[in-house]
């Protein structure tokens, strides 16, 4: 009897595990095409070399790191910045942590290009940001830049 019981519970935790590992993939968004060219004329407008992602966002790795990189499901600690295009800082904070499913796209498809150690800068398009409803002192519509430090992988 001892061991069906154990069967079965092997058995649901299997399940489990897979179930999880199926929503482990990130949401596939890409930004429209006018909010791309916008936020492309603003780097070269301002000089900016950036690596231009297929989704619409632009990233420079200023280091990679060492060591395994995140995925949607990791959970990281970072220090970082939130600046809008006019240099205006709206958000910082040093050594939290966050679980990558819960950040904004940008964010998911962004910091995973890293290992712990490492450094970005991704300027992203509202579609991948807080898209036209903005949040708290950010403007709707607002193409960001986020300096970003990831400390570790959770």
């Known amino acids: 009897m001892n061991i ?9 935790f299997f399940l489990l595990s ?23 004329d603003y780097l070269t407008n301002n000089g900016i070399t950036a690596t231009e992602d297929s989704r619409g966002f632009f990233y420079t790795i200023v280091t990679a790191g060492i060591g395994d990189n995140p995925n949607i499901c990791s959970s990281v600690t970072v220090n970082y910045e939130g600046k809008l295009v006019d ?4 958000d910082s904070g040093s050594n939290l942590s966050f679980s990558l499913d819960g950040l904004i796209i940008g964010w998911q ?5 890293l290992a712990p150690g490492g450094e970005i800068i991704l300027y992203l398009p509202p579609a991948l940001a807080y898209g036209s409803n903005g949040a708290g002192s950010i403007p709707g519509n607002s193409n960001l830049i986020f300096t970003i430090d990831l400390i570790k992988v959770n």
């Open 4 to 12: 069906k019981k154990n069967i079965i519970l092997l058995s649901f």
């Open 18 to 40: 897979c179930s999880k590992n199926e929503n482990c993939d990130a949401v596939k968004i890409s930004a429209p095409a006018s909010e791309i060219n916008n936020l492309r």
């Open 109 to 113: 498809e962004g910091i995973p290009l």
């Open 87 to 90: 240099g205006t800082t709206f």
